[in-house]
């Protein structure tokens, strides 16, 4: 795959995310000022559930088809059939156990809206196989407008419920909108149909990947979603509102390398045997990843008071302090996801499972640890599990590019230090500048922005210029093929 297409690629898959989160977040300003962090931290206590069951469409058999390059249409339409059924199983599971978690939480409204969670994850699982062909052929642009709409109609609805005072039903309508919407985008942007009679063992070749790759997304998403059980039933669904609103924040500018996970793991199987090649490329990958991420997260931390309360308003000032402490743990993720893609490109999902059931131990130990300090213990155990979870992710690479855990931090040291200039800087000009919130908070951003970049200039930063030359490579493919796909 040329760099063009690879950029192209990953420029459409940014762009979605970033169009996606970016629309849902806006939204999310609305609906702060016309709903309370009680409603939020309802809703999170169901993104528990729904996130369980929506590795199970994304994940899995669907991540096989992506990780495999020739499956047949029987195979396809045998995943689609098995996923549709396993959510359907999971679905009425979660209308069973509403009235129990209703009566857990003291929140008798979680029962019925335990429905509207049953019915998003079924609207899901019907786009699972046309979103993992589409990602499979890298056609991010197609994903990108189906993104798009689904945001805009179901955050529409949602304001519009708000308004009309249906309080945390509003955020409901938005959920399962959402799907609907999307799922009807991916049928009409992909012809593909799946076959009425098929067999469903037709999918049991891509069942040594896929189970594998289930097993261990649902003990990621138990273990970061489970924050919600436990902050919603030992602190009260106000402070799991407030928890949710930080990381909320803190995840928009991470969404745009969640395109990493559509990209990666096509990249990395056609390099598969050109093992140089494949470690210039996985460097250069982290640095280009690492550029934005380190200062966006140290900036995001540094005005986070002022960030809150221009956004949302004074209700939710408090969750700045966790917002502080989260973007800590946050600013290891693209690593995190990289290191993770090589080995999955590899075929290894037995031994992905396996780091994934390590990690997660660590993981439990320092969320019942964190617990006994309040929701700000369980964002410090956060950045602990997160700095382990590196050393852990990184040794299957360390082994088969020789490029560990020392060396891949040393590459970021340019960045770090140009970080580090610029969060002097955004210190200084804070303490000093006297003027309101907004304004305040708008000179602080242009100030670490420019510093950062003059920083990264005058330290030469090679990441900089690679950057810079795979933009303006794309830029003149572009202009000199005008009528050229995206998607080659």
Known sequence: MSVVRAVSAGAWGAIDILLRHGVQFLVSLILARLLTPADFGLIAILGFFSG??????????????????????????????????????????MVAVGPLLARFYEQPMLASLMWVAA??????????????????????????????????????????????????????????????VYSIALWLALPWRPRLRVRLTAARPLWSFGLWVSMSSILDVAYSQGFALIVGKLHGVRDLGLFGRAQSIQSLPLAAFAALQRIALPLFVERLNDPEGLRIGFRKAISLTML????????????????????FGEQWRDAAPILVILTAAAVLAPMHTLNLNLLLARGESKHYLALEIRKKLVGVACVVAGSFFGIAG?????????????VINIRPTARSLGYGV???????????????????????????????????LAALVALGGVTFLLAAWALRLQSLSDGWDAVTQTWRAKRNRPSESAIG
């Open 406 to 440: 020392i060396a891949q931090l040393l590459d970021l040291r340019g960045i770090v230090l140009a970080t580090g200039l610029m969060s002097i800087a955004v210190l200084a000009a804070k303490s000093q500048i006297v003027a309101p919130p907004l304004p305040k």
């Open 52 to 93: 369980l069951s929506l590795v199970l469409v994304t994940g899995g058999l669907s991540m096989a088809l992506v990780q495999r390059q020739d499956t047949s249409p029987e195979e396809e339409s045998a995943v689609f059939w098995c996923n549709l059924a396993a959510i359907s199983l999971f679905a009425a599971l």
């Open 119 to 180: 019915a998003q994850v079924i609207l899901s699982a019907m786009g699972s196989v046309h979103h993992a062909l589409l990602s499979r052929r890298l056609a991010l642009k197609q994903l990108t407008k189906c993104g798009a709409a689904a945001s805009f109609v179901s955050g529409a609805l949602g304001i519009a419920a708000a308004l009309a005072g249906w309080g945390v039903w509003a955020l409901a309508v938005q959920m399962i909108i959402a799907s609907l």
């Open 292 to 311: 934005p991420t380190v200062p966006m997260m140290a900036g995001l931390a540094l005005v986070a008071d002022l960030l809150i309360v221009v956004l």
């Open 378 to 390: 369980l964002a410090w155990s956060q950045v602990v599990f997160s700095a382990v979870a590196l």
